[in-house]
């Protein structure tokens, strides 16, 4: 990986600069055990909120039935696609924290722990320095993450009031809220507006909004770091140009389908290998370096999470591309037409 942290997205908005509460919902937790007379409840947290699990087991111990056996999944977690399933049928109560559906189902109590960050000064500055003013051009798309969803129609409303008319929409199968992207996928940008405002933190995710929506100017107001930018895709590139160039003179290609619940694209990786002898399927949930090293490949297509290709690509022994990318590198498509790879649906 390079010295710069520039277009490193796994080191951006990770520092928060607020400290931030959360309401875990027990009482709805609670309702559920009681509903269903539980004796097993699974808690799963994203990995940046892992070390709040034990807090949050105790607080529930507390007030739970005596009998009730409280477990922690120790797997690694970093989207609405990434549910714990083995611990999910072991148990009769099965809480995800951290994010809003990607799918309803009865089965799993989703927690997604909103921001209580104040996202309206860090607007108000965005629309001071980057956005047009409404007399210019008047139309605006939102978007944010599940972590700010809960503010979205105030943000929408708060917009209108100062004369933009504000373009939203339900992504699709894989969004289940107005406005919402994923680190995999910008369908809510999908909007009739040049300029699209996203509110939330980092760069992770407006980086590949910018990419896949190259003719839209995106603003960034980062309620988290206080910070208002524009999202620059050019580094972010020029890396995938990189990986694919070094990609081209492959021979064995390793071709990954994710075993995970919500990152899985069988045809994808299936058309791949039907289509070339050299290349070898391999199935795993977590995505890993170390897991790859001892295949003996030239290069690497993964068909599950594509931020673990653009974000983590250059920690692999040897290149990782995209499905589109490679394509691009066995010459199948030329080289400017890589786009951000998206991913569509649920399971
Ligand atoms: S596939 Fe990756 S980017 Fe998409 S929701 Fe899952 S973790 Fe996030």
Redesign the pocket.
């Known amino acids: 990986m390079s010295g710069s942290t520039e277009g490193d997205l796994t080191k951006t908005g990770m520092a928060l600069k607020h400290d931030r509460e959360w309401d875990y919902e027990l009482d709805r937790i609670l309702e559920a055990i009681e509903e269903r007379d539980a004796s097993k409840v699974g808690l799963q947290f994203p990995e940046g909120l892992k070390r709040r699990g034990p807090k949050v087991a105790d607080d529930l111990r507390e007030v739970a039935p005596d009998d009730v056996t409280f477990m922690l999944s120790g797997q690694p977690c ?5 549910l714990d399933t083995y611990l999910m049928r072991r148990t009769d109560v099965f809480v995800h924290f951290g994010h809003t559906p ?1 799918k309803e189902s009865d089965s799993i109590v989703y927690v997604p722990l909103f921001s209580n960050v104040d996202p309206f000064p860090i607007m108000e500055d965005a629309l001071d320095e980057e956005l047009a003013p409404p007399e210019e051009d008047p139309d605006v798309g939102l978007v944010t993450t599940a972590q700010h969803m809960n503010r979205f129609e105030e943000m929408t409303d708060w917009l209108e009031e100062r004369g933009y008319e504000v373009h939203t929409r339900r992504g699709d199968d ?1 969004l289940t809220k107005e406005g919402q992207v ?4 910008y369908a809510s940008a999908d909007i009739d507006a040049e300029q699209v405002l996203y509110v939330g933190g980092g760069k992770f995710h407006p980086v590949g909004l910018a990419m896949e929506h190259p003719d839209k100017r995106v603003v960034i107001a980062d309620p988290v770091n206080n910070a208002v930018s524009i999202a620059e895709h050019d580094q972010f590139l020029k890396q995938r140009y990189a990986a694919v160039h070094k990609a081209m003179d492959a021979e064995k290609w390793g071709v990954i389908f994710c075993t ?1 619940i ?2 899985g694209r069988w045809e994808k990786a299936q058309e791949i290998v039907d289509n070339n002898e050299n290349a070898y399927l391999i199935t795993m949930d977590e995505v890993t370096p170390d897991r790859l090293r001892n295949f003996d490949m030239d290069a690497f297509v993964n068909t ?5 290709t653009t974000d983590d690509g250059p920690r692999f022994h040897k290149p990782m591309l995209t499905p589109g990318e490679y394509e691009a590198a066995i010459g199948e498509k030329p080289l400017d037409s890589i786009e951000f790879d998206t ?1 569509h649906d649920t399971w």
């Not at 970093?78 to 990434?82: I, L």
């Not at 994923?182 to 996928?185: H, I, M, Q, S, V």
């Open positions: 970093y989207g609405a696609c990434d990607m894989r994923l680190g995999c996928n995970k919500g990152q599950g999470c594509p931020r673990i991913f």
